[in-house]
C-alpha cells in the first residue's frame, strides 16, 4: 500500500516519512508538498495501487477539507487521514462528513500513525481478525546493563503466549551477551544472527528453521560471546518488520547500549518497558534514558518496571517518582528462589509467587495491547 502525505510543513513529512516506512503495511511513501487538484489524486488511484492518504490540516485546513470532499467523492477506495486537526466540535464534524476515515489531532503520536494505518489496513479487509493485523512489539528496555530486564522479557513472553494462548515471538537483541536461550535451556544451533544474515530471503520455510520453541513462545537468540562483526541498523528493522507480519506479539530483549538499533527499534514498540532497580545509580541511568525518549517523542509509550524491589530499598516509592518525573507503573520484588527455580526447569516462573503475581500482571497488559491491536 502506497501512502500519500500532503503537507506544506517539512517538518511534518520527515517524521511521518520516517514512521511510516516502517510500517508493515505500507510499501512506499509519497509526499507531496503543496495541495493538489483532484485529477493528480485520481490519477494515483487509476494505477491500481492501494492507497492512504495523510492530508495536513494544521494551516491550509480549507484546502484540505475540499481536498478531503473530493477524494470521498472522486476516489472511494482511498482512506484518508486528516492530521492537525482542531479540538473544535465544528471542526470534527467537518471532517468526518467529508468521509475522512481517522482523525488525529496537534497532539498526535508516532503511534497513533501507525494505528491509523492498522485501522484503515482492516477496514479495507473488511474484518478485525487480530491475525491479520500488524504485530505488536514490546521493547524490554534497561536503565544499565544487569537491571533484569532480560529476565523480566523471557518470563513476561512466556506468561503473554500462554494468556493470548497463541504463538508469541522473542527476539533477544542483546546480540552478545543475551540470556534468553540459557534460561529456557534451548540447544539451537541456530541464533539472531543467521536471522540477519538471511534477512533478505526470509519466508515461513526458513523462518522455522531458525527459531527455536518454549512452549507456545517462539524465540531467537542471541549471538556467540565471540561475535564481533557490526550489524547494521537496517537489518534489525528488516526482520522486525517481517515478524510483526507473522505474530501478533513481539517481544524484544535490547541490550541498553543505544546503538542506532536500539534507537530504531522503541520506535516500533507499542510500549516500551523501561527496567530499573532502586538504586540511586540504576534511577541516574533510567531519567537519562527517559530523556532521550522523551526526545524522540516516544515517552508516552513507556511504561516504568521498577525491579527487584524489598523492604531495604532507601527511597520511597513517592522519592523515586519524583527523581524519575514520571510514575512507577509496575513494581517488582526480589526472588531469587523463584528465577533459581524457573532456570533450573528452563520453565516460566511460577505465577503463584511474588515474582510471577507482577510477570502475570506484565504478560495482561501485553495481551490485552495485542489483541485489540
Same mark, same amino acid.
Given at each position: 500500500?502506497? +501512502?500519500?502525505?500532503?503537507?506544506?510543513?517539512?517538518?511534518?513529512?520527515?517524521?511521518?516519512?520516517?514512521?511510516?516506512?516502517?510500517?508493515?503495511?505500507?510499501?512506499?511513501?509519497?509526499?507531496?508538498?503543496?495541495?493538489?487538484?483532484?485529477?493528480?489524486?485520481?490519477?494515483?488511484?487509476?494505477?491500481?495501487?492501494?492507497?492512504?492518504?495523510?492530508?495536513?490540516?494544521?494551516?491550509?485546513?480549507?484546502?484540505?477539507?475540499?481536498?478531503?470532499?473530493?477524494?470521498?467523492?472522486?476516489?472511494?477506495?482511498?482512506?484518508?487521514?486528516?492530521?492537525?486537526?482542531?479540538?473544535?466540535?465544528?471542526?470534527?464534524?467537518?471532517?468526518?462528513?467529508?468521509?475522512?476515515?481517522?482523525?488525529?489531532?496537534?497532539?498526535?503520536?508516532?503511534?497513533?500513525? =501507525?494505528?491509523?494505518?492498522?485501522?484503515?489496513?482492516?477496514?479495507?479487509?473488511?474484518?478485525?481478525?487480530?491475525? +491479520?493485523?500488524?504485530?505488536?512489539?514490546?521493547?524490554?528496555?534497561?536503565?544499565?546493563?544487569?537491571?533484569?530486564?532480560?529476565?523480566?522479557?523471557?518470563?513476561?513472553?512466556? +506468561?503473554?503466549?500462554?494468556?493470548?494462548?497463541?504463538? =508469541?515471538?522473542?527476539?533477544?537483541?542483546?546480540?552478545?551477551?543475551?540470556?534468553?536461550?540459557?534460561?529456557?535451556?534451548?540447544?539451537?544451533?541456530?541464533?539472531?544472527?543467521?536471522?540477519?544474515?538471511?534477512?533478505?530471503?526470509?519466508?515461513?520455510?526458513?523462518?522455522?528453521?531458525?527459531?527455536?520453541?518454549?512452549?507456545?513462545?517462539?524465540?531467537?537468540?542471541?549471538?556467540? =560471546?565471540?561475535?564481533?562483526?557490526?550489524?547494521? +541498523?537496517?537489518?534489525?528493522?528488516?526482520?522486525?518488520?517481517?515478524?510483526?507480519?507473522?505474530?501478533?506479539?513481539?517481544?524484544?530483549?535490547?541490550?541498553?547500549?543505544?546503538?542506532?538499533?536500539?534507537?530504531?527499534?522503541?520506535?516500533?514498540?507499542?510500549?516500551?518497558?523501561?527496567?530499573?532497580?532502586?538504586?540511586?545509580?540504576?534511577?541516574?541511568?533510567?531519567?537519562?534514558?527517559?530523556?532521550?525518549?522523551?526526545?524522540?517523542?516516544?515517552?508516552?509509550?513507556?511504561?516504568?518496571?521498577?525491579?527487584?524491589?524489598?523492604?531495604?530499598?532507601?527511597?520511597?516509592?513517592?522519592?523515586?517518582?519524583?527523581?524519575?518525573?514520571?510514575?512507577?507503573?509496575?513494581?517488582?520484588?526480589?526472588?531469587?528462589?523463584?528465577?533459581?527455580?524457573?532456570?533450573?526447569?528452563?520453565?516460566?516462573?511460577? =505465577?503463584?509467587?511474588?515474582?510471577?503475581?507482577?510477570?502475570?500482571?506484565?504478560?495482561?497488559?501485553?495481551?490485552?495491547?495485542?489483541?485489540?491491536?
Amino acid at each position: 500500500m502506497i +501512502a500519500i502525505v500532503i503537507t506544506e510543513d517539512a517538518t511534518l513529512w520527515t517524521r511521518l516519512t520516517a514512521v511510516l516506512e516502517l510500517a508493515v503495511n505500507i510499501d512506499s511513501v509519497l509526499v507531496i508538498l503543496e495541495y493538489p487538484d483532484a485529477s493528480s489524486i485520481r490519477s494515483l488511484e487509476n494505477t491500481g495501487e492501494k492507497c492512504v492518504v495523510f492530508i495536513d490540516f494544521g494551516v491550509q485546513s480549507v484546502r484540505a477539507l475540499a481536498l478531503a470532499v473530493e477524494i470521498n467523492r472522486s476516489c472511494p477506495s482511498m482512506g484518508a487521514v486528516a492530521l492537525n486537526v482542531g479540538s473544535s466540535q465544528a471542526d470534527l464534524i467537518a471532517i468526518v462528513r467529508a468521509g475522512v476515515c481517522e482523525v488525529l489531532t496537534h497532539s498526535f503520536s508516532d503511534g497513533d500513525v =501507525a494505528t491509523a494505518v492498522l485501522h484503515l489496513t482492516r477496514k479495507r479487509a473488511g474484518t478485525s481478525d487480530v491475525s +491479520a493485523s500488524n504485530g505488536v512489539v514490546y521493547a524490554f528496555l534497561p536503565a544499565k546493563p544487569g537491571s533484569g530486564a532480560s529476565s523480566l522479557a523471557v518470563y513476561s513472553a512466556l +506468561a503473554c503466549a500462554r494468556l493470548a494462548n497463541c504463538h =508469541a515471538l522473542l527476539f533477544d537483541f542483546d546480540i552478545r551477551l543475551g540470556i534468553s536461550s540459557f534460561v529456557l535451556k534451548l540447544d539451537s544451533k541456530n541464533s539472531i544472527i543467521d536471522a540477519f544474515e538471511n534477512a533478505g530471503r526470509l519466508d515461513d520455510t526458513l523462518w522455522d528453521q531458525l527459531i527455536s520453541e518454549r512452549e507456545k513462545l517462539d524465540v531467537l537468540g542471541s549471538a556467540p =560471546a565471540d561475535f564481533v562483526v557490526q550489524v547494521p +541498523a537496517e537489518r534489525f528493522q528488516s526482520i522486525l518488520k517481517w515478524a510483526r507480519g507473522r505474530y501478533t506479539a513481539v517481544v524484544v530483549d535490547l541490550p541498553g547500549t543505544m546503538e542506532d538499533f536500539e534507537i530504531d527499534t522503541p520506535q516500533q514498540a507499542g510500549t516500551i518497558f523501561l527496567v530499573c532497580g532502586p538504586d540511586l545509580t540504576e534511577l541516574h541511568m533510567a531519567r537519562r534514558r527517559m530523556q532521550r525518549l522523551h526526545s524522540l517523542q516516544l515517552l508516552d509509550r513507556v511504561c516504568v518496571v521498577m525491579n527487584r524491589v524489598d523492604k531495604r530499598s532507601g527511597l520511597s516509592m513517592c522519592d523515586i517518582e519524583s527523581l524519575l518525573g514520571l510514575q512507577v507503573q509496575i513494581t517488582v520484588p526480589s526472588d531469587e528462589r523463584g528465577i533459581a527455580e524457573a532456570v533450573r526447569y528452563g520453565a516460566g516462573v511460577s =505465577a503463584k509467587g511474588p515474582l510471577g503475581v507482577q510477570i502475570e500482571a506484565i504478560a495482561r497488559r501485553m495481551v490485552g495491547r495485542a489483541l485489540t491491536g
